[in-house]
């Protein structure tokens, strides 16, 4: 079982360290540098699921690719944030209007995006989307080069932290912000396979949350970690790490996402995403 970790997806990464994690599926733990290639690897047979937020698996399927829901995580109001400068005139998101935001175009930061512009009267064609990777966002923003950023953990709580830099919106409950588990019909995995892969994702969640500081543990020492082992346990114990079957309310929240981002034009054409789920 080829399993896809990218550092932005910390279930799979703590999988991928966490003891016996889905051991009686021979795991090949592949690593990738973000979500959004999640797609590409499954439709390549490179990996046979993987782990992302909302939007890429609806990207997935407007592109005609057949996903097949697995799993979701409980919603996570806590990860994700937008900041400006401390001393910006720009006040609220409204103030966005006609400014430069530094975000991972593709991700729940789109969709996070367009949800609060939408609070003020505004669409995501209102605002300038920057791509500046997720090392250069802070120095983007703190050089001028945008006007705000979209932030995400671990880089949210070192954020939270700072004096030079102010936060004018959080995730809340703006957007769900669910971690959806997924895989394309082609990679055949079988109701009872996908099952296994819930039970294991719920066990390795349990004892994530029964310890989080030997969660956060492992997340700074292994290869690639972005930040030390105190920010790591703000991180995890900041989240339900509960994850559920995907059913009939992910598909229906899903297509609300899927639903505002046409209608602020990322997507060119309404889709409606199919019924795949993981127990089809």
């Known amino acids: 079982m080829k399993i896809g970790v990218h550092p932005s997806n910390l279930h799979l990464r703590l999988a991928q360290v966490w003891p016996n994690a ?15 290639d999640t797609a590409r690897l499954l439709n ?3 990996i046979d699921f993987g782990g992302t937020g909302s939007t890429p698996p609806i ?15 409980a919603p996570r109001p806590a990860n994700g944030g937008i ?4 001393d910006s005139p720009i006040r609220s998101v409204g103030d966005l209007e006609n400014k430069r935001v530094s975000l991972i175009d593709g991700s729940f930061h789109t969709y996070l995006l367009a949800r609060s512009l939408e609070t003020e009267g505004l669409l995501l064609p209102d605002v300038t ?12 923003l703190l050089e001028g080069r945008v006007d705000a950023w979209i932030a995400m953990a671990p880089r949210l709580e070192k954020a939270l932290e700072r004096t030079d830099i102010r936060l004018i919106a959080r995730c809340g409950s703006t957007i769900p912000n669910r971690s959806l588990f997924w895989t394309l019909g082609g990679q055949g995995l079988s109701a009872d396979l996908r099952q296994h892969i819930v039970v294991e994702l719920v066990r390795i969640g349990r004892e994530v949350t029964d310890d989080p500081r030997r969660a956060a543990l492992r997340l700074a020492e292994n290869r690639g970690a972005d930040a030390d082992v105190d920010a790591w346990e703000k991180v995890v114990r900041s989240r339900d790490f509960s994850v559920v079957p995907a059913d009939e309310n992910i598909i229906a929240e899903q297509q609300e996402e899927a639903d505002t981002l046409y209608r602020h034009g990322h997507f060119k054409t309404p889709v409606r995403l199919g019924q795949s789920l993981q127990n089809t």
């Not at 900041?83 to 401390?86: I, Q, R």
């Not at 989307?129 to 983007?140: F, I, K, N, W, Y």
């Open 22 to 36: 889905f051991a009686s599926l021979g795991p090949e733990f592949v690593n990738y540098p973000e979500g959004r």
């Open 44 to 46: 390549s047979r490179a």
């Open 59 to 73: 990207t997935a399927e407007v592109e005609g690719l057949d996903v097949i829901y697995i799993a979701a995580s």
């Open 83 to 86: 900041f400006v400068l401390k």
């Open 129 to 140: 989307r920057v791509e500046t990777g997720a090392g250069d966002a802070l120095p983007a």
